[in-house]
């Protein structure tokens, strides 16, 4: 069974930094390219950033400089890094595993991420 448990969601003011963590669970961690995405209310889920396996790493042009994803294969773990968080960036945050070459993607259930004074 596939599981990917998102932590470390919160309330947080304009300006201020979160770790957002996603534990998996039942994949062979190092086929996978993990991601994050996001979807704010009323709106599609975006793409945020991506690593694969090496430690290559994609980011959305919008949290470029400020969010950095990283993992640690051994714990089968993916963090996001989120600093100078801005308004625009409240959303439900979900963690996402996809398998190389294949069409197969695993989803967690969203941590909500808020910026707000």
């Known amino acids: 069974q596939v599981q990917l448990v998102e932590s470390g969601g919160g309330l947080v003011e304009p300006g201020g930094s979160l770790r957002l963590s996603c534990a998996a669970s039942?994949?062979?961690?190092?086929?996978?390219?993990m991601g994050w995405y996001r979807q704010a209310p009323g709106k599609q889920r975006d793409f945020v950033a991506s690593?694969?396996?090496?430690?290559?790493?994609n980011y959305a042009d919008s949290v470029k400089g400020r969010f950095t994803i990283s993992r640690d294969n051994a714990k089968k773990m993916v963090s996001l890094e989120m600093n100078s968080l801005e308004p625009d960036d409240t959303a439900i945050y979900y963690c996402?595993?996809?398998?190389?070459?294949?069409?197969?993607?695993?989803w967690g259930q969203g941590t909500q991420v808020t910026v707000s004074s």
């Open positions: 996402m595993a996809h398998l190389s070459g294949s069409n197969l993607d695993y």
């Open positions: 039942g994949i062979t961690f190092s086929l996978y390219v």
């Open positions: 690593i694969t396996s090496s430690g290559r790493a």
